[in-house]
């Protein structure tokens, strides 16, 4: 569905004019802004609420798939010759001091990557030596084979 300027320019003015009936207190703006967009899908905005909310989620299935240590994971993966640490050391330095920085150490790094790796390896190792387990597996995951 396209909505032109005028109906979105509308929409927002009406969440604007609902927003300022609330105090304005900044720690609870999430939970006001739920509040509106409750009061407005019963209103013909529902529309506009509905695909915000669609491309929410496909914004975040974005991010998902994009996520430097999953992509740290397949790299490992495509190389043999380095731990993941390393990759994410080398490849992913942003990610690692982002994880520094919220009091992850790389000691706590690269002992849960390591742990990780040894559960997807005997993940894989049962897979190949039961191939029931991957449908069952796939069916569990609603038939999308997923890296996480």
């Known amino acids: 569905m396209r909505y032109d300027s005028v109906y979105v320019e509308a929409f927002m ?6 927003l300022n009936t609330y105090p304005a207190e900044i720690t ?30 496909i914004k975040g299935l974005e991010e ?16 043999e010759s ?15 001091r982002t994880l520094n920085d919220s009091a ?5 790094l690269k002992h849960s990557v390591r742990i990780w790796t040894v559960a997807w390896k005997v993940m ?10 991957l449908t069952a597996w796939m069916s569990a995951s609603s038939g999308h084979f997923t890296l996480f």
Do not use: W
């Open 104 to 108: 992850v150490t790389n000691h706590d």
């Open 64 to 79: 998902l798939k994009n996520a430097e240590l999953r992509l740290a994971v397949i790299d490992r993966y495509r190389s």
């Open 28 to 57: 609870e703006f999430d939970n006001f802004y739920e509040d509106v967009m409750d009061q407005l899908e019963d209103t013909p905005y529902d529309s506009v609420i509905t695909i915000n909310a669609d491309f929410f989620l």
């Open 124 to 133: 894989v190792s049962l897979i190949h030596r039961i191939p029931c387990l």
């Open 13 to 18: 003015d009406t969440i604007e004019i609902l």
């Open 82 to 96: 380095k731990t993941t640490y390393e990759v994410v050391s080398s490849t992913y330095p942003g990610y690692l």
